[in-house]
């Protein structure tokens, strides 16, 4: 049984500061591994996805993989009150095709 | 284009009653997915599509049953309605083998068992 893990906060940063979203996850054949946020009372939407070892940025988002630990982190520069939101960590394997997801960490961003 | 479309949005149902969630994309996406969100809980995959035809279980799939018969349509049928089924049900589809954890979902439907 595939797990994905993520403290589910919630996590307070300053507004312009980074906030660093942590995931770890169990099945080590994992090959893909995605971020997603979701306002409240609204659908998940996706923002990063990363497939191979290292960063990948986009903007003021960078994905960060580590196969070797199990580790996929987010990190959000320059954070604005429009981030607080609960970001989701997923997973898929090579095995099938499911998607795997966390129970995702509620960040707030203070003004 | 409308994307991924679920309807009902909101439906209230009684112990032991049946229903069906409908999803609907206009993606030409092969890969389709039901999951349902707990309070305060992330997402967990009920039964999912690699194509019309294929369906396969998730990690909750007991009391759920779905179809795919064509591309565009993923309904997924509750039978005998139990309280522990309340809960916020997501359909989402992807374009499948390159980028299949890229799911884009539709807005959800909430489902209150009574």
């Known amino acids: 049984q595939k797990e994905v893990e993520q403290n589910s906060g919630p996590l307070s940063v300053p507004e312009g500061a980074i906030a660093s979203l942590n995931c770890t996850y169990s099945?080590?054949?994992?090959?893909?591994f995605f971020w997603y946020r979701q306002y409240s009372g609204k659908s998940p939407e996706l923002i990063m996805s990363?497939?191979?070892?290292g960063d990948k940025e986009d903007g003021r988002f960078t994905a960060q993989l580590n196969k070797a630990s199990q580790y996929v982190s987010l990190l959000i520069r320059d954070s604005q009150p429009s981030d607080s939101a609960t970001y989701l960590c997923?997973?898929?394997?090579?095995?099938?095709?499911?998607?795997?997801f966390g129970k995702g960490t509620r960040l707030h961003i203070l003004p | 284009n409308a994307g991924v479309t679920q309807t009902p949005k909101f439906r209230i149902l009684k112990i032991g009653q049946s229903m069906t969630l409908q999803c609907a994309q206009d993606?030409?996406?092969?890969?389709m997915y039901w999951y349902r969100q707990d309070p305060g809980m992330g997402l967990k995959l009920i039964y999912y599509?690699?194509?019309?035809?294929?369906?396969d279980k998730g990690e909750v799939p007991n009391g759920y049953n779905v179809s795919r018969s064509t591309t565009e349509d993923f309904p997924l049928r509750l039978e005998l309605a139990a309280p522990s089924q309340t809960s916020v049900y997501f359909c989402?589809?992807?374009?499948?083998?390159?980028?299949?954890?890229?799911?884009?979902f539709g807005e959800g439907s909430r489902l209150t068992v009574l």
């Open positions: 989402a589809s992807s374009s499948g083998t390159a980028y299949p954890g890229e799911l884009f």
């Open positions: 099945d080590r054949v994992s090959q893909s």
């Open positions: 990363i497939y191979s070892n």
């Open positions: 997923a997973v898929n394997g090579n095995r099938d095709d499911k998607i795997i």
């Open positions: 993606m030409n996406h092969n890969y």
């Open positions: 599509s690699v194509g019309a035809g294929i369906t």
